[in-house]
């Protein structure tokens, strides 16, 4: 059976993105704002044919600023992602349940990334700021995109969700 991969990174810069088997990027969007939106979006991705796709979650957490305090920064953006990745879950669960053969899963950061070999060590983290690890990861992810889809424009917003496409795919091997 053919499968189409789909990536959903939900975040504010996140994006949806998708391939086929052979790792040919098919399409890529910036995360869509409204539900009606994501179902658009998600449904161009996905096409017809059966697929699998994987949805990045994060569990909770306390951001901490640099004197180890909890932030209150990224508060609004908490929500906003929260909200994003509910109403997709629930978009992908009624999309896999309604075509025969699909599957919608979710992984973490560090598990989709501990797969792909995108994991940092505590010697690239040691004496970093937390804002300078996600710049150097996303700067990472970044690249590794680029080098595995080369046919298409890679940038910050799409290159994790291309990555979870390209998870969802190994995972089906």
Known sequence: MIYIYVGVDPGLSGAIAAINEHRVP?????????PEEMWDSLGEAIGDGPFRMCLEHVGASVRRDASGKPSTQGVASS??????????EAI????????PGSESFQASPQKWQRAMGLMFTPEQ???KSTDEIYREKKKANREAAIVMFPSWKI?????DAFLLAEYARRLSE
């Open 26 to 34: 098919l399409f890529a969007c910036k995360m869509p704002e409204t």
């Open 79 to 88: 929500w906003k992602f929260a909200r994003n990745f509910g109403q997709l």
């Open 92 to 99: 992908t669960h009624v999309l896999a349940l309604s075509c």
């Open 125 to 127: 983290r040691a004496g």
């Open 155 to 159: 940038t910050h917003w799409c290159a």
